[in-house]
């Protein structure tokens, strides 16, 4: 049987095979690793901060040289001018969201971003105020909601609607969002939803939701901070109003990277209310300084400030890697990761007496990216520390929960099964 079926073996000979025949395997060398000890780490963190490519300090070092050698003519003189600089973002940045290049902005941060939409999106009126979420959506969104409900006057505990996994489980089920969103159609503003849960790695099915929104008349905004560049896309094709990002994490753009946003083209020649700045007036005639506000016929409409082109060079560093490995193979090679340390994590638990290790995140490919989180009782900090002492990098969330994200641009099949030997002998220690 070859490593090329979906047949898997608990082996370091079979995960070395896996590797060799691993068609992305050179991009890893694209990558910057932590160290541990004398040896390369195991980062299994691109969930919080994806790695550094090499090429970044080189991109950055090239905006920096320009800074040196015209000052503020870099916005229009050199190799690459500022002023036009995002637009080589764009085109990378159309594949992997699944958007028109018109449709996308690089700006600001996730946060910053999220409330700049709502300001333009949630519009409030009468009973028709209700924003529908998922329950124990990312900090960041919860407090973004809150203060936008506030914003309008209006008490985020009878506003903001949730929804939950039931009693006993702990994912959400779609046909549950699906009737919410029927049950308050009548007061119903807007859906936010985040596209794949940051604590249980749950990855919704956006299109029906989206539908199910417009059906209600509510618009919709998706968060999809673990979505980009983990993820195959369809922003403009499943119908939604809008959408935000980060690029830190999947994306490898450096910590603090600048975020982007999605606002559908139907929007673009609309009277939209919106947050205005002078880098988002029209291109054309943005230096003759005027009165009056006329936005850039596109996403960039949006736009307030003047950009960084150090936070430019980063994001673009990582985007040209993407755009040359293609979303489709990383795809498939995450969903043979993520498959191969579901496999050794089953191996695992018919091994020690009594399930010692319960996976969040649903097994069906279709709903889930890179990340695995391990719901480990009673031990998981234990066992956390012991797995960084080894120099593998996963992440700790209370209570009991390990996550981790074999990343198909950088991770290895044998760094999967080293991860379960390790995790395997941490719990047989702990039990003891």
């Known amino acids: 049987m070859t490593a090329t079926t979906t047949h898997f073996e608990n082996s370091w000979e079979f995960a070395r095979q896996l590797d060799q025949e691993d068609e992305l395997k050179y991009f890893r060398e694209r990558f910057k690793i932590p160290s541990h000890g004398h040896e390369h780490a195991t980062y299994f963190l691109g969930n919080s901060l994806g790695l550094q490519p090499r090429s970044t300090e080189l991109y950055i070092s090239r905006i920096l040289e320009d800074w040196e050698r015209y000052g503020v003519e870099a916005f229009f003189m050199g190799a690459d001018p500022w002023l036009e600089y995002h637009d080589k973002l764009t085109g990378p940045l159309t594949e992997i969201v699944g ?37 124990k959506a990312f900090p960041s969104d919860q407090y973004m909601l809150e203060s936008q409900c506030r914003i309008h006057g209006l008490d985020p505990e009878s506003t903001i609607i949730e929804v939950s996994p039931r009693k006993g489980e702990d994912l959400i089920r779609m046909e549950d969002i699906l009737q919410k969103i029927e049950d308050h159609k009548d007061e119903l503003a807007i859906v936010l939803w ?41 922003l403009h094709d499943w119908d939604l109003d809008f959408a935000c990002w980060c690029s830190y994490k999947y994306l490898n753009s450096g910590p603090g990277a600048i975020g982007a946003a999605f606002i559908h083209e139907r929007y673009h020649n609309r009277v939209v209310n919106r947050m205005a700045g002078w880098w988002g007036y029209r291109k054309e005639t943005r230096f003759k300084m005027e009165k009056g506000f006329i936005p850039v016929n596109s996403a960039e409409g949006w736009q307030l400030s003047t ?126």
Not at 114 to 127: D, T
Not at 315 to 339: D, N, P
Not at 402 to 427: G, H, M, T
Request: with cysteine; charged share 25%; hydrophobic share 40%.
């Open 194 to 234: 985040g596209g794949l849960n940051y604590y249980t790695g749950q990855y919704f099915d956006i299109a029906p939701i989206s539908k199910a929104a417009h059906k209600a008349d509510a618009l919709i905004g998706v968060d999809f901070a673990h979505g980009a560049g983990n993820l195959p896309l369809q």
């Open 99 to 135: 958007a028109k290049s018109s449709e996308i902005v690089v700006m600001n941060q996730l946060t910053v971003n999220l409330h700049l939409l709502m300001s333009s999106f949630y519009r409030p009126v009468g009973k028709k105020n209700k924003i529908l979420c998922e329950a």
């Open 307 to 432: 950009p960084s082109p150090i936070l430019y060079a980063s994001h673009l560093a990582a985007l040209e890697i993407f755009e040359e490995a293609g979303m489709e193979k990383l795809r498939s090679k995450s969903v043979r990761l993520t498959g191969f340390l579901q496999f050794l994590l089953d191996e695992i638990n018919r091994k020690i007496p009594d399930e010692r290790i319960r996976v969040l995140t649903p097994r069906e490919i279709e709903w889930k990216g890179c990340q695995l989180s391990m719901l480990v009782p009673g031990k998981g900090r234990k066992i956390y520390d012991s797995l960084m002492r080894e120099g593998i990098f996963v992440d700790w969330r209370e209570p009991d929960v390990i996550r981790l994200a074999p990343v198909p641009l950088y991770n290895r099949f044998d760094e999967v099964w080293r991860f379960a030997k390790e995790l395997e002998e941490a719990l047989n220690s702990v039990t003891r």
